[in-house]
């Protein structure tokens, strides 16, 4: 399967569990696309990966760079290239707006997100964020949270009609690697 995996690229968590899943799906025959603004810290310990930067054209007129619109750019392009058959988003906003937009463009594209914390009980709350971040959302073929907690979060303070998948955050201090349980994860999401 060709994956695309959108996340930030910094030591926060949503990126480090994004590298790290796709790294496994590397390991089992998946072709995994990363994409971001920059390249993720944990890649750079690696020496095979695909990496898709989303560079953004400096133009005087945007106070801030449009990176939404970018990425869903970048997201779309990779599709219609056969580059990505799904794609997997860690951090609600705005990754998971984007590939809202570029399902939108594309019709036949998966989009997956996981929904990390602060994406959802700070940033999704503010009524700037929320009405949009809803209707993406929505229109995910799936969607996971990294605990209970959030998923009880997100049914009290959203519209969300999607069944909203549970997935611990994982770690094995024996390997650095994922659990059995992660890996049921993999299956359900990937196939």
């Not at 219609?80 to 988003?89: A, M, N, T, V, Y």
């Not at 602060?118 to 990294?146: C, F, Q, R, W």
């Not at 009290?156 to 659990?179: L, R, S, W």
């Amino acid at each position: 399967m060709k994956i695309g995996i959108v996340c930030y690229p910094t030591f926060g968590g949503s990126g480090i569990v994004a590298t790290e899943i796709g790294l496994r799906l590397m390991k089992r025959g998946h072709e995994v696309h990363f994409i971001s603004y920059a390249l993720p810290e944990r890649l750079k310990l690696e020496k095979d990966y695909i990496f898709h930067e989303v560079d953004i054209l400096s133009y005087p007129l945007f106070k801030y760079k449009p990176y939404t619109v970018v990425l869903a750019s970048v997201i779309h392009n990779l599709f219609k290239e056969g580059k990505i058959e799904i794609l997997h988003s860690h951090y609600a906003i705005p990754h998971a707006i984007s590939a809202y937009l570029a399902k939108h463009s594309t019709k036949d594209l998966k989009i997956v997100a996981t929904l990390h914390g602060t994406d959802i009980h700070l940033l999704g709350l503010d009524k700037s964020y929320k009405p949009m971040l809803e209707l993406s959302l929505n229109n995910h073929d799936a969607l996971t949270t990294v605990s209970n907690f959030m998923k009880k979060f997100i049914s009290q303070h959203y519209n969300i009609k999607k069944n909203v998948e549970v997935i611990y955050n994982f770690v094995d201090p024996a390997t650095c690697g994922m659990p059995a349980l992660f890996l049921s994860f993999i299956d359900l999401v990937y196939g």
